[in-house]
DNA sequence: GCCGTTTTCGGCCCGACTGTTTTCAGTCG
């Protein structure tokens, strides 16, 4: 079991516990178990009793359903809870502004158990007559409920990378050769179908090994000779398993990684790509495992320029090309650093001096600091007086090092409901670099977000516009923004905006990229890691930054050390001009 | 149930915002 695991049944259990009006101070336990739990490096499923009641918001009782957990992957309690909760009762918890009291309302006063008849009642007027609801609640529940459904069956590029890569690793040892292709192989950032190459000269054998696998449910109805379609048992996304024979693998693993869009594309002569590539004669030397080389030899073909995975999703490839070189597009590797970070100054989980150090160990000469200004209080956000200990901390770190690593003095300043910025200009002063994000009062009109926005990205201290629409994928819209005046407003006051690299986020969106790179805008694939895990999340970002044409040239972190050094002391004097 | 003592029992929590209220409960990050 790992932390998160026995943190998210810690964490359920107190909820039902409070779902179910148990007592509120022992429901509050748990909670707070799991909160502190969540931030904690200790390795919880292999310490014993008398460790874990060490930790903070651990007593013996919680000690000891940590010791279940971990043993028997159950909590008898959370068993019990969830035997008298129906299904859709647990499926409210997914509504955004739905807590516990509202879902509780709803069960016991409406008798809702499931989300057909939560969408019933809101439609019908019923959720509006509830004391305590109105109409402005109904609306936003049955708003909340639609983009739900719209999320349906969907999983966030990191979770169908790690789905697809158990599949190789369970079909492997079965097949020839099994390939990744389709939106994994495309790196979109939202999946409803994780779709692997399998070669085979045997459809009627290949479906039997299949489905003489464990965990792996067939969906009959919509499966074919050729195609298995079903489950990976306990992810809600559809698996397609497609049949080629050797000498198809490579033509297919191009078509069916891009999609229909790309595709169309029409090349010399007006013939569409997925014409040449079916009709091509392409250089298969039977097996050969080297798909560029075959995927090159189509564009070529085809009289169009060579488009990487990542950018097979409409004609916007096209045109970027004709002004681009792929070697342009940037890369893990042109990464010379990283901004926005966490540490246990604020809601991280490891201290700065070992986020540093992780960052060396990567290959990175710099690591910057951005914990949580003062109004993120939920966050343990950092007040002016300690920030200037922590300045003190890094300024103690930095004489540690060599000429060639150094740790920035940032900060996520929360941008407050005028746009200002939460510290005054003597404490904005102390810091290398400023990374201005949005994180309450997310509720806005479009203009309202706008024009917060850009009086954040007018403040002469704002370095970096953070995380711009804070959408979460597949759980939150984000505020609705009008893009194109943000990035002019970016380009006028020389500010750099955030590719918030979480798979959670990937905001801003890789739509708005080309325009910002047009407008002169740097983009700053940003982690906003909060352990060690979290820094490499930068890779999502490089994915995302390419899928958006993003060039080294324009990517704001892989400036050397020495650059990044010049840029901020530039940026520092500019203001005190 | 946990914590922290004024050491074995009494008090537990961060603050902004929203929508529903008419003074505040519920949610969120």
């Known amino acids: 079991m790992t932390n998160s695991e026995i943190v998210d049944l810690l964490e359920l259990t107190g909820r039902l516990m409070e779902l179910h009006d148990r007592d509120a101070f022992k429901t509050r336990s748990y909670q707070t178990a799991a909160f502190n739990l969540d931030k904690s490096t200790a390795d919880l499923s292999n310490m014993p009793v008398e460790e874990l009641v060490k930790l903070q918001g651990v007593g013996k009782s919680v000690a000891q359903k940590i010791r279940e957990i971990a043993e028997t992957g159950h909590l008898t309690e959370l068993d019990e809870l969830l035997a008298q909760t129906p299904q859709g009762v647990l499926d409210m918890f997914r509504i955004k502004g739905l807590g516990v009291k509202k879902v509780r309302t709803l069960w016991h006063e409406l008798g809702i158990t499931n989300l057909r008849d939560l969408q019933l009642a809101g439609e019908n007027g019923q959720i509006a007559k509830i004391k305590g609801f109105g109409a402005s609640t109904q609306e936003k529940i049955l708003a909340a409920l639609e983009f739900l459904q719209e999320q349906q069956g969907k999983v966030r590029m990191d979770k169908a990378a790690m789905i697809a890569n158990l599949l190789v690793e369970r079909l492997t040892p079965h097949f020839e050769r099994v390939e990744i292709s389709g939106q994994v192989r495309r790196k979109a950032q939202e999946v409803d179908a994780i779709q692997l190459l399998i070669q085979t000269s045997d459809p ?46 490579n033509r297919q693993l191009f078509i069916q990684t891009a999609t229909d869009a790309h595709l169309k594309q029409a090349g010399t002569g007006g013939v569409p790509l997925l014409q040449v590539a079916y009709s091509s004669v392409l250089p298969e030397s039977a097996n050969t495992t080297d798909v560029t080389e075959v995927e090159t030899a189509i564009y ?19 045109r970027w090309a004709s002004r681009h070189k792929n070697e342009e597009l940037v890369t893990w590797d042109d990464l010379k650093g990283t901004l926005h970070n ?67 003095k940032g900060i996520e300043s929360d941008i407050l409901g005028d746009g200002s ?157």
């Open 421 to 577: 910025l939460d510290y005054d200009n003597d404490t904005l002063a102390t810091f290398d670099y400023v990374v201005a994000s949005v994180h309450q009062t997310l509720t806005m009109s479009e203009e309202k977000a706008t024009n917060r926005l850009l009086r954040a990205i007018e403040n002469p201290y704002t370095t970096i516009l953070g995380h711009p629409t804070g959408r979460l994928l597949l759980a939150r819209e984000g505020y609705p923004i009008d893009h194109r005046a943000i990035i002019d407003a970016c380009a006028e006051h020389n500010v750099i905006i955030e590719i918030n690299a979480s798979p959670y986020r990937l905001d801003i969106d890789w739509h708005w990229i080309e325009y910002a790179m047009q407008q002169g805008v740097k983009l700053s694939i940003n982690p906003d890691a909060h352990d060690f895990a979290g820094l490499l999340d930068m890779h999502y970002g490089v994915a995302i930054g390419r899928k958006g044409g993003l060039t080294k040239a324009m990517t704001f972190n892989a400036l050397t050390l020495t650059e990044m050094r010049e840029y901020l002391k530039k940026r520092r004097a500019e203001i005190r001009k």
């Open 342 to 408: 966490h540490s246990t100054w604020s809601d991280g989980k490891q201290s700065v001096a070992d986020m540093a150090a992780y960052c060396q160990k990567l290959g990175l000469s710099y690591f910057g600091i951005a914990d949580h200004s003062k109004t993120a209080s939920y966050a343990n956000g950092l007040d002016a007086e300690r920030v200037r200990q922590q300045q003190l901390e890094i300024d103690e770190l930095n004489k540690g090092f060599g000429a060639d690593f150094r740790i920035f």
């Open 300 to 318: 070529e073909k085809a009289g169009l320029p060579y488009i990487v995975p990542e950018m097979r999703e409409d004609d916007f490839a096209f």
């Open 204 to 249: 009627v054998a290949a479906m039997l090994t299949l489905n003489g696998l464990d965990n792996l449910e067939q969906n009959v109805p919509d499966s074919s000779p050729f195609a298995w379609r079903g489950h990976l048992a306990g992810f809600d996304v559809l698996v397609e398993l497609l049949f080629y024979p050797a000498e198809q693998m």
